[in-house]
């Protein structure tokens, strides 16, 4: 079970809509919500004052129309022609990435209709987005005014964006190359001058770090849900008048309790065997479910307060759990998984460094068929 604390979400976004004010904020619920929940998310999010909504596919833009909710939405994931129909449709905005991918995705936006865009551009990250050297040809394809063209009726220019490569790591001259770069680009284009064309490129560790990148609007996926981007970011901003506190965790009961002889294999591979007589615990849930198989051996979960190794081979969807030292533990008592407390051994961070990863993912890779509830 999965239970989301959209209360915490909710204050998230007004610490960090406050870090960012003037500007404009969207609320990345890409990815599921970083697997908390799609549209509860993004319903909360939007309560909580966010002015935009950030998704990776279309498909998630649909689900988010078809539940009402009329704020913009933009994908920032790279979105295939085929997807510019529904785009249109919808009134969803979409990323053009190079002229290639534009004149594609103009192929089908349908006659007489007009498909919102932003121009992604290339700043040091080196991942999608339009070079400098044809920035300004794929500016006059859709038509922006300050490239000296007649307007393309089936293009309407949003905004102009791009994203941070290492402010994470506290990497700032890195970064500020980038926002030199993007300033000097943008300039290009007249979006200084053209107020109505949006400039973004701050996410949640540049809203807190970087207070020059915020321009006229700001993306906050990771922070939105108490998570930090980085344990040196945490360390340089984390106050209590502006703590994220993490939503999410995840819990399980206890399926079956196991008594274990001394020396008697646990799970496949027969790769644990306790030294004395032992209780194990065994939950149902495995790497099918999104408990990352790495952690075998390696992880561990809190049991009634008591911090638990996992022991043995993680299975598709069977986890075994060294509880013999945690008194009157019983069949239905919750094993925690991930902890919403930032300071548990189950952490998202701390479950995340045991297996040298970032809590991203492990949240991210939530699967949408564990229950999840919702505390409002």
């Given at each position: 079970?999965?239970?989301?604390?959209?209360?915490?979400i909710?204050?998230?976004?007004?610490i960090?809509?406050?870090?960012?004010?003037?500007?404009?904020?969207?609320?990345?619920?890409?990815?599921n919500?970083?697997?908390?929940?799609?549209?509860?998310v993004?319903?909360?999010?939007?309560?909580?004052?966010s002015?935009?909504?950030?998704?990776?596919?279309?498909?998630?833009?649909?689900?988010?129309?078809?539940?009402?909710?009329?704020?913009?939405?933009l994908?920032?994931?790279?979105?295939?022609?085929e997807?510019?129909?529904?785009?249109?449709h919808?009134?969803?905005?979409?990323?053009?990435?190079?002229?290639?991918?534009?004149?594609?995705?103009?192929?089908?936006?349908p006659?007489?209709?007009?498909?919102?865009?932003?121009?992604k551009?290339?700043?040091g990250?080196?991942?999608?987005?339009?070079?400098?050297?044809?920035l300004?040809?794929l500016?006059?394809?859709?038509?922006?005014?300050?490239?000296?063209?007649?307007?393309?009726?089936?293009?309407?220019?949003?905004?102009?964006?791009s994203?941070?490569?290492?402010?994470?790591?506290?990497?700032?001259?890195?970064?500020?190359?980038?926002l030199?770069?993007?300033?000097?680009?943008?300039?290009?284009?007249?979006?200084?001058k053209?107020?109505?064309?949006?400039?973004?490129?701050?996410?949640?560790?540049?809203?807190?770090?970087?207070?020059?990148?915020?321009?006229?609007?700001?993306?906050?996926?990771?922070?939105?849900?108490?998570?930090?981007?980085?344990?040196?970011?945490?360390?340089?901003?984390?106050?209590?008048?502006?703590?994220?506190?993490?939503?999410?965790?995840?819990?399980?009961?206890?399926?079956?309790?196991k008594?274990?002889?001394?020396?008697?294999?646990?799970?496949?591979?027969?790769?644990?065997?306790?030294?004395k007589?032992?209780?194990?615990?065994?939950?149902?849930?495995?790497?099918?479910d999104?408990?990352?198989?790495?952690?075998?051996?390696?992880?561990?979960?809190?049991?009634?307060?008591?911090?638990c190794?996992?022991?043995?081979?993680i299975?598709t969807?069977?986890?075994?759990?060294?509880?013999?030292?945690v008194?009157?533990?019983?069949?239905?008592?919750?094993?925690?998984?991930?902890?919403?407390?930032?300071?548990?051994?189950?952490?998202?961070?701390?479950?995340?460094?045991?297996i040298?990863?970032?809590?991203?993912?492990?949240?991210?890779?939530?699967?949408?068929?564990?229950q999840?509830?919702?505390?409002?």
């Amino acid at each position: 079970m999965l239970t989301i604390n959209l209360a915490a979400i909710r204050e998230n976004i007004r610490i960090l809509k406050t870090a960012a004010a003037p500007a404009k904020f969207m609320a990345v619920v890409k990815n599921n919500a970083y697997g908390h929940g799609l549209i509860e998310v993004a319903q909360a999010a939007l309560e909580a004052g966010s002015d935009w909504l950030g998704v990776i596919h279309v498909s998630e833009g649909v689900q988010l129309r078809d539940t009402g909710i009329t704020a913009p939405i933009l994908v920032l994931g790279y979105v295939p022609p085929e997807d510019i129909p529904h785009a249109v449709h919808y009134r969803i905005d979409i990323p053009l990435i190079n002229l290639e991918h534009a004149h594609k995705v103009r192929s089908k936006i349908p006659t007489g209709k007009k498909l919102r865009v932003h121009l992604k551009i290339e700043t040091g990250l080196n991942r999608f987005g339009v070079t400098s050297l044809e920035l300004l040809e794929l500016a006059q394809f859709i038509g922006l005014r300050s490239a000296h063209s007649g307007q393309n009726s089936a293009f309407s220019p949003i905004g102009v964006y791009s994203h941070l490569a290492a402010v994470e790591e506290v990497a700032f001259g890195h970064a500020r190359l980038q926002l030199d770069n993007f300033d000097e680009q943008t300039r290009r284009l007249g979006a200084h001058k053209n107020g109505d064309l949006l400039r973004h490129i701050a996410a949640t560790a540049a809203i807190l770090m970087l207070p020059e990148s915020h321009l006229d609007l700001v993306r906050s996926g990771i922070g939105i849900y108490g998570l930090w981007p980085s344990a040196e970011i945490a360390r340089r901003v984390d106050h209590p008048t502006a703590r994220l506190q993490p939503a999410l965790e995840w819990s399980e009961p206890i399926a079956e309790l196991k008594k274990v002889q001394a020396n008697q294999p646990v799970g496949y591979g027969c790769s644990w065997k306790p030294i004395k007589d032992a209780t194990v615990a065994l939950i149902a849930i495995g790497y099918a479910d999104g408990l990352d198989r790495k952690f075998s051996s390696i992880g561990v979960v809190e049991v009634l307060d008591t911090e638990c190794p996992i022991v043995g081979r993680i299975c598709t969807n069977v986890t075994f759990i060294d509880v013999t030292h945690v008194p009157r533990v019983t069949v239905g008592d919750e094993v925690i998984l991930l902890s919403a407390s930032q300071t548990s051994p189950a952490s998202a961070q701390a479950q995340a460094d045991r297996i040298n990863t970032i809590h991203y993912e492990l949240v991210s890779r939530l699967p949408i068929h564990i229950q999840r509830s919702y505390i409002q």
